[in-house]
């Protein structure tokens, strides 16, 4: 029976990740930063085991890997957050917090359960963002913190060539999930937290972010799309390097490759309503 760690279990696409690998067969490890946030998933499944895992602390980084087989076939790296806003009112802590979570703490994962998956030449999967190939504006820092978790899976999927261990990277655009779902509150939040004078100059900034947040609601995939995806990288005898998720994402993918850049901006913030 195939053994998998996820991370960022809690909700969204983690949660259905877990769920549909444990649906499958696998013994599945499902990271959780609140043992008590496991409650929230109302189906338990002898197969899924709840690990407390905060992938910013070391220390429950290396006892989450002590809880896991000799053996892991697979690694989901799902633990991720967004900080929203304009580049010019990001703080340093900010970014560090961004970075911290999404690319240091998931590189710390990885390197944790390594030996194991060695053993087992095992897969690594990372959850990114069609955001680290068309940045949105005002979500710099997150598009940048993907693009950083992307170029460690492509040096990792060379890296790791001797013992077998594929290393594939999932793109999803808008995904039907509760994080999406809350993203006008996360724009209430990142605006209260703007000084009035950043409040003034980008005041056509947000009204265009609220209006493509509704625009790409009904255009969002549902989670099973990503989780697709996972399971295609997970079992296929020739994984793929990167799977793009969703007809936004593939939108989105398509325009950053077939036009001039001073092209792509131009639409861009048109569809930003930046004029």
């Not at 444990?22 to 496991?38: E, H, I, K, Q």
């Not at 690594?124 to 913190?145: D, K, Q, T, W």
């Not at 006008?184 to 009204?207: F, G, N």
């Not at 799309?225 to 990288?233: D, I, K, L, P, T």
């Amino acid at each position: 029976m195939p053994t998998a760690l996820v991370t960022g279990t809690r909700r969204g696409i983690g949660r259905a990740v877990a769920r549909r690998l444990a649906g499958s067969g696998w013994t599945v490890f499902a990271g959780v930063r609140d043992l008590t946030d496991w409650e929230v998933m109302a189906e338990s499944d002898q197969r899924i085991t709840p690990v407390s895992l905060d992938v910013t602390d070391q220390a429950r980084i290396d006892a989450g890997a002590d809880a896991l087989p000799d053996r892991l076939d697979a690694l989901i790296n799902n633990a991720a957050f967004a900080v929203l806003g304009p580049v010019e009112t990001l703080t340093t802590a900010d970014l560090r917090r961004q970075f911290e979570v999404n690319v240091v703490g998931t590189v710390a994962v990885t390197r944790a359960v390594l030996p194991r998956l060695r053993t087992a030449a095992g897969r690594i999967v990372f959850i990114s963002s069609v955001g680290s190939r068309s940045v949105v504006p005002m979500e710099g820092a997150y598009c940048a913190s993907k693009c950083a978790v992307e170029g460690i899976a492509d040096a990792l999927r060379v890296e790791l060539r001797p013992w077998r261990i594929a290393v594939s990277v999932v793109e999803p655009g808008p995904t039907d999930t509760e994080t999406w779902r809350e993203v006008d509150a996360m724009i209430d939040d990142m605006h209260a937290r703007m000084s009035p004078h950043h409040r003034d100059l980008y005041a056509q900034h947000v009204v265009g972010l609220r209006k493509n947040i509704a625009r790409f609601g009904s255009a969002a995939a549902p989670p099973d799309a990503v989780v697709r995806a996972v399971e295609h990288a997970l079992t296929a005898r020739r994984p793929r390097a990167r799977y793009v998720v969703g007809a936004p994402a593939r939108t989105m993918v398509a325009m950053h490759a077939l036009l001039p850049t001073r092209t792509g901006d131009a639409i861009g913030a048109r569809i930003a309503g930046l004029t």
